[in-house]
């Protein structure tokens, strides 16, 4: 009942607040920003990409997650002449909400206090496939969930539009475990990571 409980504010909150508000109070604002200096990291496109925010939003999100609450937002890295960007859902823009930025700026100090990339056992005929399903999501104008309803497919979330590209890449229905708070089910930050098929390939946290 709790968790149930919980998962119905946070739908409430993003409902609710409205973008401006969201905007300014999860870190997003395109005002001063601190990029981080990132590492010669061993990423490569298709790895799945964490952070957690300094925000209320972001909070939020982190406890929406059952074991871990660890991260608050999702997307996939994309490489481009050897630089990671990351594609992901973004929930505080009007219009389209699948966005392309590079990881620096994904993990820019401003906005994220610590984040890491979880790799997926995919065989090589899979991961082909995912990159054309991925680049062709970045063709379609995805716009955000805001009622997390997994049955409505016209709109996703962030972590849900992993889930969904991995499930269409690979068949497997059963490949990330699903939340379930009383009656409804969601797809989680930590199902994304915490289970059999994710390996942690690094880990940035803000110093």
């Known amino acids: 009942m709790r968790n149930k409980i919980r998962i119905g504010i946070v739908v409430s909150v993003v409902v609710v607040v409205n973008a401006l ?4 109070v999860s870190g997003v604002s395109s005002g001063h920003t601190e990029e981080v200096k990132l590492p010669k990291l061993v990423i490569e496109t298709g790895d799945l990409v964490f952070r957690n925010g300094h925000g209320l939003i972001s909070r939020m999100f982190q406890n929406c997650s ?7 937002h999702s997307g996939i890295v994309i490489l481009r002449d050897n630089i990671p960007y990351v594609a992901h859902v973004q929930q505080d823009r009007p219009g389209p909400s699948l966005i392309v930025e590079p990881l620096s700026q994904f993990w820019n100090k401003s906005i994220c206090n610590e984040g890491a ?34 049955n409505e497919h016209s709109s996703v979330y962030c972590s849900e539009w992993i889930h969904d590209l ?3 890449t690979t068949g497997d229905s059963s490949y990330f475990p699903i939340s379930v708070a009383g009656n409804f089910k969601y797809i989680a930050l930590d199902n994304l990571y915490l289970n059999q098929h994710a390996q942690l390939i690094y880990n940035y946290s803000k110093k």
Do not use: C, P
Request: proline fraction near 0%; charged fraction near 35%.
């Open 166 to 168: 991995v499930i269409e």
């Open 117 to 150: 990339v979880y790799r997926l056992d995919l065989n090589n005929s899979q991961m082909e496939n995912f990159k054309k399903v991925l680049h062709t999501n970045l063709r379609k104008k995805i716009i955000f969930d805001a009622k997390f309803d997994m």
């Open 21 to 24: 508000l969201i905007y300014n």
């Open 66 to 72: 059952l074991k871990e609450k660890k991260y608050g």
